[in-house]
């Protein structure tokens, strides 16, 4: 997991731009309703990603499904 620190810069219209803290050179525009509701300008905020493996091959099982499904849907075709 990969936790980091922003801060919230400003929010323009229902976006937030956040400032990487170790590089406030490197700027993050996310959705607003993705932030605590009472974050506001000049706010610190702790930002935590992870990969979720099993969803990714949940997806990845999908996919080929539906691949797999088109795939023998054109065959009948012939």
Same mark, same amino acid.
Not at 15 to 35: C, G, N, Q, W, Y
Not at 52 to 69: F, G, H, W, Y
């Given at each position: ?9 400003? &929010? ?11 590089? #406030?050179?490197? /700027?993050?525009? +996310?959705?607003?309703? @993705? ?8 706010? &610190? ?11 990714? #091959?949940?997806? /990845?099982?999908? +996919?080929?499904?539906? @691949? ?11």
């Amino acid at each position: 997991m990969e936790n980091f620190k922003v801060t919230l810069d400003r &929010i323009e219209d229902c976006t937030a731009v956040l400032l990487l803290r170790d590089d #406030e050179s490197i /700027k993050i525009d +996310v959705p607003l309703f @993705l932030l605590p509701r009472e974050s506001k300008e000049g706010d &610190i905020l702790n930002v935590s990603i992870e990969r979720d493996v099993q969803e990714t #091959e949940a997806a /990845k099982e999908r +996919v080929s499904a539906l @691949l797999e499904k088109l795939k023998n849907k054109n065959k009948g075709a012939e």
